[in-house]
Every structure is written in C-alpha cells, then in structure tokens.
C-alpha cells in the first residue's frame, strides 16, 4: 500500500522521501505514546531527588548582606560624640507614625526615625524610645502583652518629654523626562535606539514637639526633599538571512529606589531637629566627606581598580593606625586568622554586618578617613596611591589652609591618619550625676557612671568604698558577658533598666572609686582565684583599687590590657529641715 501523503494539496516535487516520510511518523507515534504513557503512569518523585536537592542551596543569596546606610550615617556618629560631649541628660522620646498620603513610598519611616535615633545615643545615651503603639488592625504580642499587664497594674510606661511627626510631603514623579528614540529599516535588516531619563522629587516634613502639652516647638523644623531618578538606553536589531530572521534586543537601565532616598531625608531631619533642640552646633557634622554624593561611588571605582592583594594591604594598615592589628613586617594573605579577626571586631565595632573578609563594606569604612576634598571640589585620596598599598604623602587630619593642596577636615574624633603608628586603647570613665565634675556624695546618695571604650574589648569593673571592700559590678548576674562594643557606653548601674542588677550608694565617709579594666580576651582564667568569684560580692584580700591593677598587670602584662579610674569623696550627711524627711536624689545623666 502506498503511503498516505502528509497534504493533498503537496506537489510532489515537495513531498519528502517514503523513507524520511516513514521516519518522521515513526518519531511522531513515538512522541504521542511516551506522553500517553506519562500522563497514565505518575512520575516517581525519587528519580527527582538530586535535582531537589539543589532547592535549599538555589533558594539562598549569592550575595553577602551589608549594612542599610546612608550618606549622613558618619553624620549621626558625629551628633553622637557632640551629644557626649555637650553632657545632656537621657531624654525619653518617642514618635508618631510618619505617613505618606501619596501613597508611593510605602516605606517604614518611623522604624528609621528610631534607628537615627539610637545611632546617635551609643555613646551619648542621649535619647531612649518609648515604645507604645497602639494599632487596633494589628494585634501584635507586645500590644497584647502590655494592654493586660497596664490593666493589672504590673507594667508602668514612662512618659516621654519630647516626639517626632512628620510625613512625607509631596512625590512628584517625572518632573524632568527626556526621550530619545530613532529606528533605521532596510529590506534585510531593521535597526532601533532608545534612551530616557527622569527625575522624581520626594519631600519630607518633620517636627519635634513637647509631650507633656502636645505642642510643636516653634523653629524646631525640618522640610527637605531629595531627587531620585532612572533612565535607560536599548538597541533593538533585527534582520534576514535567507527564509530565516534574527531578533536582538540589548538595554541597560538604572533605577534609584525610593527606599535609600528616604532614609537620608530621615536622617538629615533627625540631625537637624536634634542639633536645633540640643543647641549644639550640628552643622560642622553636615560637612563631612562622606556625606558627598559620590562618596561612595568613588571609593567603588578605587576599590574595583586595585588588585585584592592591593586591597588587602591597605585595609591591614587602616586596621594597624587604629589598634585592631599588631603591626607586620610581611603582606598578610586574605586567610590570615589574625586579620580576619581584627576585620570581624572592626566590622562589629562600626556596625557592618560580621564577616571577617574584606569586601567594599569594610574597605569603605576602613578608608573613608583618608579621603578629602582636593582644590577643585573633588575627592581625593589621602596617603594611599592607586597601584599600591604605600602611603605616598602624609597630610594631618585639620583646619584648611589657603596653601595646602588637599584640605582634609574630618569632625570625628576617632578619625586616624594614614600611617600613624597605632593608638592605645583608652577607657573613658565618667561620673554621670547632674552637676558636671562632681566628685563629693552625701552619704546615702545614689551614684552614676558610664564606662566607654574605644574598641571593641572584654570589661570588667571594680568598686571600692572607703571601708576598704572591693566588690565586682561588671560582669554581674543582670549583666552577664563582659564584652562590650566600641564607643557604647556601658551605664554603672543602668538606671534605665527595670532590672539593673544593683544601686551605688556612697556609703562611709572617705574616698571611694570604681576602676574598669579591657583586655582583648575574657581575663577571668588568667585572674586569681579570688578574681574569678560571684560578682556583687567582697573580694578577699583585696583592700583598694591599685591591688587590682598590680594583678592585670601581672596576668597581662603592661601593653596587654587598659586600665582605669574615677574616685570621689563621701562627706557626712547634712542635716535636714524639719519637713524634710530625705535629701533629693539627683537625676541621673545620659
């Protein structure tokens, strides 16, 4: 029997072979059986189990979270040391939802009002957030929580003195738009190009108000707005060869997200309703290098030119010039222990996302200090060249000069100079009452210090009263590990914890003192014996502050730990009037 031709309408110079024809419905009836049979028989799913194994691993990112940052970050830091510095008590505050009726930048504004906030309380302890939302769409635990324990009197909310409102203003989108488009066609081939570009404002309000009237302050102000935009270009080529046709089509966007933008504007308000209400002088923190828009963007070109063996070298001497390293002869491998932990404290101590590798993060953060405005407004290196690790020139860290060819000025303290040999570590210990620089108590009276240090380290601290006992305060049973961040100052006691473990009541007449000593280690095993005993209670054979000291000294020796210590005197107790029945407490400071 001839074979059934595929169409009658098929000239026969165009039929195929019989036996391609006879190939070609073979395959087909084969195709159609092993699908029939697919469907009828369910596929066993442990033929599947190396394929699904690769789920877990696929699901997961390639790349390594970094830490949410903005161009005033430094900026916060900054507010912080002056904060510190201005000696302004803790200040409860709070803030109301900040809202955008636009609609089109759903972000969590509030959420970074509080991180500003507390970014610039590390070591000020200026500010603690009152947290009380009350959002009857969203039952959370905590809001279930503290409406039973407030109603069975177990639970008491301190009122604040000041907050936040604000909303995002105005979005205007597209308020510049260019469009290019062109196209060339041809009988073989057809070719197009495009690009656009745009530009959308975004602007935020914020004020600071009085709690306790529910009033705004007037002058305590902050109306900014920032630009974000996106463009993109594509080319688009099609053409013929023959029967058959190509198609390419190529682009290249950017979008800046709405996300950053705001977080900045949060920022710069939060900086300038502080600085306002503190009366301090914010703006020599509005100054900084880092807070240049292409900051960051030029330390990226830096760091993608230079080789990682390059980078590597200059992040070691950042880490050198700052106490995190012990300085080296030899260049260190990316493997090295010791570097990778110096990088993992660094990173700890600056808020990064923990590591211990060097990636653009921690080579933005390491050199951001070495980096100044040149004569023409743009940014330069400052004693590091770009195809090496060397310094090349070495100019202070200082007030501009008419002359000089880089003018470098940076307003945070802790800023170091690109080959400075490395700082000591250094612990600064305060007494945090109300009148500054007091050192005389009335017995009875309550006392309060913060301990500080400036890198990241093990702490532990020691009381002595002038009858000569010697307890530990830290670490204790509220506080339980000894170690403590850079630049967050530790309270002794924490009068802003329900639980804070103990109180410091000058007790005798006479002189009394706390000492704090870090180590770059838990210094309990080295210790005596009679060291490594229940905090809060007397250390035998331990009468004073410097016995302690002669036995760091001893464990550690002179260069491996920082040591120091605050005295005051304790004076008898006044007599009172006849209405009076106790001396007033002083309020505690930050």
């Given amino acids: 029997m001839p074979p059934t031709p595929l169409s009658p309408a098929m000239p026969a110079c165009s039929r195929p072979p019989r036996p391609l024809a006879r190939a070609i419905h073979g395959v087909l009836w084969l195709a159609i059986g092993l699908g029939l049979a697919g469907c ?61 009726y636009s609609t089109r930048v759903t972000v969590a504004t509030k959420d970074m009002v509080i991180t500003a906030l507390s970014q610039m309380s590390r070591l000020s302890n200026a500010f603690r957030f009152v947290d009380y939302e009350v959002d009857i769409a969203r039952q959370d635990t905590v809001q279930n929580l503290t409406t039973i324990l407030l109603n069975n009197n177990q639970m008491q909310l301190q009122r604040p003195a000041l907050y936040l409102s604000g909303a995002i203003s105005f979005v205007d989108q597209n308020v510049i738009n260019n469009r290019f488009d062109t196209g060339l066609s041809g009988p073989r081939i057809d070719m197009g190009y495009s690009q656009s570009r745009n530009a959308t404002i975004i602007g935020l309000e914020m004020h600071l108000g009085d709690f306790r009237t529910r009033t705004l302050i007037p002058g305590l102000d902050s109306a900014n707005e920032v630009i974000i935009g996106n463009g993109g270009q594509g080319v688009d080529l099609a053409g ?25 504007l949060v920022d710069l308000a939060t900086i300038e309703l502080i600085g306002k209400w503190a009366r301090v002088p914010y703006w020599q923190c509005l ?24 980078r590597t070298q200059l992040i070691a001497r950042s880490l050198v010039s700052r106490g995190y390293l012990a300085p080296v002869a030899q260049p260190l491998p990316d493997n090295d ?52 690790s060397e310094p090349v020139q070495h100019i202070a860290v200082g007030p501009a000069t008419p002359d000089a060819a880089v003018n470098v000025v ?30 005389a108590f009335e017995v009875g009276e309550q006392v309060f210090l913060s301990a500080t240090v400036s890198r990241a380290s093990y702490l532990q601290c020691y009381l002595a009263d002038a009858t000569g006992t010697v307890i530990r305060l830290l670490p204790n049973q509220a506080n339980t590990t000894g170690w403590v961040s850079a630049n967050q100052a530790i309270r002794i006691p924490d009068w802003m914890s329900p639980n804070p473990g103990f109180i410091m009541d000058a007790a005798s007449p006479g002189t009394e003192g706390v000492a704090c000593f870090a180590t770059d280690e838990d210094s309990t095993p080295r210790l005596p014996e009679a060291l490594r005993g229940p905090p809060l209670k007397p250390i035998p054979n331990y009468r004073a502050l410097e016995r302690l000291n002669e036995a760091f000294a001893t464990a550690w020796g002179s260069e491996g730990y920082t040591g120091n210590a605050v005295y005051w005197q304790v004076v008898p107790r006044r007599a009172l009037p006849a209405a009076a029945t106790a001396p007033a407490q002083p309020a505690p400071r930050k």
């Fill in 410 to 439: 940076s307003n945070n303290p802790g800023a170091a100079k690109y080959g400075d040999p490395p700082p000591a570590r250094s612990i600064d210990l305060q007494i945090e009452n109300v009148l500054l620089e007091r050192t």
């Fill in 287 to 310: 100054t900084l290098e880092q807070n240049h828009p292409d900051f960051q963007r030029q330390l990226r070109d830096w760091f993608d030119e230079g080789s990682p063996a390059v």
């Fill in 240 to 264: 013929r060869i023959g029967t058959y046709g190509v198609q390419f089509n190529v682009g290249r966007d950017y979008t800046q997200g709405s996300g950053g933008a705001v977080r900045t």
């Fill in 337 to 388: 222990p010791a570097l990778r932990r110096a990088l993992a404290r660094f990173q700890a101590d600056n808020g990064m996302v923990v590591t211990g590798v060097v990636d653009f993060a921690t080579y933005e953060r390491a050199l951001r200090h070495f980096v100044g405005l040149s004569a023409d407004g743009t940014l330069a290196r400052i004693g590091w060249a770009s195809t090496h």
């Fill in 40 to 100: 009828a028989t369910p596929r066993d799913p442990r033929k599947d189990q190396e394929f699904q194994s690769l789920a877990s691993i696929t699901d997961r990112p390639v790349v390594r979270p970094t830490r949410s940052i903005s161009s005033f970050s430094d900026s916060l830091m900054c507010m912080d040391h002056m904060l510190r510095d201005a000696q302004l008590p803790t200040t409860l505050i709070t803030s109301k939802q900040i809202p955008d």
